[in-house]
Nanobody, 128 residues
Framework: VQLQASGGGLVQSGGSLRLSCAGSRRTLREYVVAWFRQAPGKERAFVASISRGGGTTLHIDSVKGRFTISRDNSKNTAYLQMNSLRPEDTAVYYC??????????????????????WGQGTLVTVSS
């Protein structure tokens, strides 16, 4: 599957953005989808993930209550709604996918190496 991430931009602290991750095939429903981010000078880090059907999600503590991952399998697209953005959220955001034939415990797949398919990244800049 090929992934296309979009929706990044420049926003003031406290603002909102919604990132989208569009899959190239209607089979995106067979994949766990995750968002990672990479800030300047730092390693790529897990942000959130969502199960194939969308019924289970996982978010890191620093974004809980502010970010929400979701998906619409009818549109072959996953989303990351980001509210109350902070300057420390500034990073390139990547969506990633892992094909999962069986149900996967999302907490066991939080490393970039767990995901075989990646979008190109979209830059989010939060000004103070």
């Amino acid at each position: 599957v090929q992934l296309q991430a979009s929706g990044g931009g420049l926003v003031q602290s406290g603002g909102s953005l919604r990132l989208s991750c569009a899959g190239s095939r209607r089979t995106l429903r067979e994949y766990v989808v995750a968002w990672f981010r990479q800030a300047p000078g730092k390693e790529r880090a897990f942000v959130a993930s969502i199960s194939r059907g969308g019924g289970t999600t996982l978010h890191i503590d620093s974004v809980k209550g502010r970010f929400t991952i979701s998906r619409d399998n009818s549109k072959n697209t996953a989303y990351l709604q980001m509210n109350s953005l902070r300057p420390e959220d500034t990073a390139v955001y990547y969506c990633a996918a892992k094909r999962a034939i069986m149900t996967v415990n999302l907490e066991t797949i939080m490393d970039p190496a767990d995901f075989g398919y990646w979008g190109q990244g979209t830059l989010v800049t939060v000004s103070s």
